[in-house]
């Protein structure tokens, strides 16, 4: 079935560090892969997303990798400052249009 | 910017009350779609609708309908809201297909 798993659910880096989330798929048509950011009180905010021809996106501190034999994804933040905590969300496209959402990881970014 | 606006931050209701959520877009995009947030659970569709009269079941429609009368609005109704619909609720919209999708800031529903 339509299943996006996402780990770890929680996550707590020192501020400095880099922090890695991961997210496997099933469907193998997938071909769209974005990821949220959700600050508290706030909607879902979308800060980085893959399209399945390229393997690998760069945006300043965040990155996104995409290994599609594997059906895995993973979000990468360098330099981790305070305003990086929130939940990170990944989502995967699946046939109709929908969004199937992975299960949240809460990074918490300790000064 | 995408401005995608929800109705009411906060809402209380008593069971089996009809309840109305409502959302606006303000960018004329074509899709619009309703989530429930539960911890742990990650973002759950409830429906969403790619034109104006159209609407699709998502993976949770029970005990939920959908409005979708002009382009910019998206309504979720609560037929007889029980306690279990007690949630949170983003709308999102989105231009077109694999494009990303907006979201409010949510609305918290409570079902005493």
């Known amino acids: 079935g339509e299943n996006v798993e996402q780990h770890p659910s929680t996550l707590s880096v020192q501020e400095g560090d880099s922090a890695v989330i991961k997210c496997t798929y099933s469907?193998?048509?997938?071909?769209?892969f974005p990821w949220y950011k959700q600050e508290l009180g706030k909607g879902p905010q979308l800060i980085i997303d893959i399209r399945s021809n390229v393997g690998e996106k760069k945006d300043q501190r965040i990155a996104v990798t995409l290994n599609k034999t594997a059906k895995h994804f993973s979000l990468h933040i360098t330099e981790t400052q305070p305003e990086d905590s929130a939940v990170y969300f990944c989502a995967a496209s699946y046939p109709g249009g929908k969004l199937i959402f992975g299960q949240g990881t809460e990074l918490s970014v300790k000064p | 910017d995408v401005k995608v606006t929800q109705s009411s931050r906060y809402l209380v209701k008593r069971t089996g009350e009809k309840v109305f959520l409502e959302c606006v877009q303000d960018?004329?995009?074509?899709?619009m779609f309703w989530y429930r947030q539960d911890p742990g659970l990650g973002l759950r569709l409830i429906y969403f609708s790619y034109d104006v009269k159209m609407k699709e079941k998502g993976d949770i429609p029970e005990g939920y309908s959908v409005s979708r009368e002009k382009k910019e609005r998206f309504s979720l109704i609560l037929e007889s809201a029980s306690t279990n619909q007690t949630s949170m609720y983003l709308c999102?919209?989105?231009?077109?297909?694999?494009?990303?999708?907006?979201f409010g800031d949510g609305t918290r529903l409570s079902i005493l």
């Open positions: 960018m004329d995009h074509e899709n």
């Open positions: 469907d193998s048509a997938s071909n769209y």
């Open positions: 999102a919209s989105r231009n077109v297909l694999d494009q990303p999708q907006h």
